[in-house]
């Protein structure tokens, strides 16, 4: 795979050449824009941000001990009320949540959802740090050593769809890092997917070992400013957006990705690859491909 140790990602740069320049947003303004085979182009008017979710449902499994009433909880979350960003990914019922309001030193980042909590390295991870967006309590920062773990789960066989959202905010210039990744080595290739950014660029990829399906950006990610990343496989494309806007895509997507055990991490690649350096925020993981619409309306929730 092109972001495997023996190769880097110095072979996206071709790719990332076909995609064309975004119109900038300079009042926020959504834009959808749609690729096919690489090449990008202005779509129009944004989707319509209003519309329930898949779920409908505004409530994390168990409920959440220690919640004030009327609030909404998970059982592995925090208690207390929840922001308007947060509600609006509970609609869509995601598999895993993790907030990353955890506590100063903790061991793990509390799945809100109670599935999936996530290992923390011992180095490199600093809990408590400043919200990235408007209404999150807490963010946690990466210092390119650190990552958080999750071990057998987000395997996504086959052409099961599913997306991956969070917040991140870049501190370093490297070229090459993950925001995330998910991969097995065996004897023979290297099956993985993940999220990553090539200098100022974005990229996401699907790979069975053998070949890859991809989205990627141009230049649009800068360092030191937070952005909203959402990763979508919907059975059939791999697209990519940033702050609502679909920065790339791939039509045809023709990979199946093996059932194998699989290790997922935040913040690098297994093996200790591309890793990140900045800041994470509440991070989301479906186990369905989420329309343009609803992540649209995602962001919106995060910046009124």
Sequence with gaps: ??????????????????????????????VGVRSEGGTNSAGGAPPDAGGAGTSGATTGAGGGSGGTSGSIGGSGG????????ASEVLKDGPIAYYRLDDAVGSATAADFMGNYPAASSSFGVSFGQAGLFAGSLASVALDGTGFLDVRNAFGFSGKQPFTIEGWAQRASDDRDQHYFAASIRTDTMQISYGLFHLMASLGFERSDGLGWDGAYSPDTFAVYTAAHIAAVFDGTSVSLFQDGMMVGEQLNALIDIPSTPIVFRWGGA?????????????????????????????YKAAVP
């Design 1 to 30: 795979m092109r972001f495997s140790a023996s190769v880097g990602l110095v072979t996206l740069l071709p790719l990332l050449t076909a995609a064309c320049s975004l119109i900038a947003p300079s009042d926020r303004e959504l």
């Design 78 to 85: 925090t208690g207390g009320s929840l922001d308007a960003y």
């Design 270 to 298: 297994p093996g200790g690859l591309s890793m990140f350096s900045g800041k994470l925020d509440d991070l989301a993981i479906y186990d369905h491909a989420l329309s343009p619409a609803r992540i649209v309306a995602h």
